[in-house]
């Protein structure tokens, strides 16, 4: 896959409003809100998971 076929716009998780995902070009960004003890959002905070390591488990995952 090369970087022009990467949706660029959000995914949302049906389960969690307060997290999505992006398709970048180093990997899957997750971003999720996290909220302090008054329930107020303080921010996001986010992580890629690289390409690789996607690939690696969807042939995990697609093994009999």
Same mark, same amino acid.
């Given at each position: ?5 990467? &949706?660029?716009?959000?995914? &949302?998780? =049906?389960?969690? %409003?307060? =997290? @999505? @995902? !992006?398709?970048?070009? &180093?990997? *899957?960004?997750?971003?999720? $809100? !996290? /909220? ?5 959002? !303080?921010?996001? /905070?986010?992580?890629? *998971? %690289? @390409? +690789? =390591?996607? /690939?690696? =488990?969807? +042939? /995990? +995952?697609? $093994?009999?």
């Amino acid at each position: 896959m090369s970087n022009r076929h990467l &949706k660029l716009t959000l995914h &949302k998780l =049906a389960h969690d %409003p307060t =997290a @999505w @995902w !992006y398709e970048e070009d &180093k990997g *899957i960004c997750v971003v999720q $809100q !996290y /909220r302090g003890n008054t329930g107020l959002v !303080y921010g996001t /905070r986010s992580v890629v *998971i %690289p @390409w +690789k =390591a996607v /690939r690696s =488990a969807l +042939k /995990r +995952k697609d $093994q009999p």
